[in-house]
């Protein structure tokens, strides 16, 4: 009589998991086995099927080359982590499993490894037929003992990526959504074969798959699908969204918020609030927009923000990971340039460099670019500049000269905010990777006051083409060119004769608020002037406004400019005013700080407008040769 074995029994003979076993079985690759109940009956001789997973060549490791090659843009975990250069992350898997929170939230900026992370989580906690423990043998997580290695291939998962949801429309982005829906529902569809799922659940997920599934029901796919799979693996799954927000940032720019926020918290709300078939849940994105009811509520949750200090070093690289970084390419006298282009940020209480740009450095034979600026809309400083009033201005000129500002920080921004209300602009600003906490005081409940500064060249770099593009009605891009290419071969004259004729086509934008128009100006020069100093001295009514360009090196010319406005006066009177606003710069000294660090080109500008009538009288202290010019427009 033929003796039999249960899956159990046969996955410890042939070496693999029960559900590979049942794989087999119920896809007929065992001959003579039979299914009783919800258990297999397996004959006890039978012989393991061939693995026909090695076929398809998926991940076999080929022979490593010397040196590895950079993972730009990999975000396959199990890719990147065994053909690639990689930075091992994993301890940010002992790091939950140590606390176990229900729902966690890491907020990020973009391209700083949100993806390849999720992408790991997924790898290490996933059910699969694939033994894929392999990816983590010999990674820091398997160092800490058989408690944790137990987590790993234990749960179904339910992953998810919005990262490339950025359509014009919101018929787009409900389609686009409702395909990467699909293909997750499609990924489980061993669920269409179970018994353990009833008739109708199988015609919910048919209709899903073949797009015949309405808006109500699309929106509860997470929902639906973890209380399938918690019932045919008799284990809750865990659900994975990457990118939680990028289609609401869409919807933000484009108009069509509201709709998008309605269905993402109908979505979200389902598979992680109150979900009896959910073992924990992971989302990553820039904002946390649980603040603007997308969770309705959802009180397990915990926020991760990039000023707390819980998985501060696993999103970004380190110093001594970037240092080991350069050594292994054979450039370790290049990690000062790294610093000066790519470092400046502060998560938490770790020193942060960004990932992305270093990467595409060493892959860029070590030359310094702003490889973040291409990877995403920088768009919100433009939105910024359009609707700044003085504070902005002054605070915007602060930062592009160098220095630090201070400001109220609420993590939880949402976009509407932004035009709402002014102090929320800094907090998304930091948030999104463009500002970077140089103090933190977290004595405000849970919101901050900081010390905000620019991180780095990079981000000086985007700041300044993004205010130039704005303010191209004040400061146009052919002179922006001309100056700069002025000041690169050292032409004194050509800069002097370039920025009289500036100062004479931007005031034409002058308006009735004269501060306004000053701080947009002095703003251009200060993005225009890279390398130099900015400052200001501004006056109320009627009088004057003093901008002061201090260069960085004595070999480029100083710039002193004073502004006067007068409503009602003649052309003679606007002349006398052009050449009383010069001679102020000399009365005043106003000279003596560039005189002090042995800068001997000064040039200086006095400019008087009257409505649309314009004068500008300039001297050069160094030949003391003096050109007034009369513009009527």
Known sequence: MASFKNAREISELWGISEHQVANYCSNGDIPGAVKQGRSWRIPSDAQKPVDRRIKTGAYIQPAKPAVLPLPIGISDYRLASSNYYYIDKTLMIKD????????SLFTRPRRFGKTLNMDMLRVFFEKSDEDTSVYFRNKKIWTCGQYYRDFQG??????VTFKDVKCDSWEDTYDLTCQILRNEVHRHRELLNSDRISAYDKKYLENVLKGAASESDMAMVFLNLSRMLHAHYEIAPIIIIDEYDTPIQQGHALGYYNKIIGFMRNLLSGGLKDNPHLSFGFLTGILCVAKGSIFSGLNNITINSILDNKYSSYFGFTPDEVKEMAAYYGVPEKYDEICKWYDGYRFGKSEIFNPWSVINYFNSACEPKAFWLSTGNNEIIGEIIAQADQDIYEKLTSLVSGQTIVSYIDTSVIYPQIKQNPSAIYSFLLVAGYLNAVKVDSSFGDDYMCELALP???ISFVYRKEILQKL???IPQA??????EAIYSGDSKRIQKLIHGLLLQSASCFDTSRENFCHRLTLGLCAMW????ISTNWKSGEGHYGIQIMPKTSDLPGILIELTVDRYCTQEKLNQLAETALERIN????????????????FKYGVAIS???????DIETSDRKKNTLEVPL
Do not use: C, H, W
């Open 587 to 602: 009365d005043k000294k106003y000279e003596s700080k560039m005189l002090a660090k042995d800068i001997r080109t000064i």
């Open 530 to 533: 890279s390398g130099s100093n």
């Open 611 to 617: 409505g649309k009538d314009i004068v500008v009288s």
């Open 472 to 474: 191209n009605n004040i």
């Open 456 to 458: 780095n060249k990079e």
């Open 96 to 103: 939950f499993l140590d606390e176990r929170p229900m729902v």
């Open 479 to 484: 002179t922006v060119i001309s100056v700069q």
């Open 154 to 159: 234990k749960y179904p998962v339910i992953y």
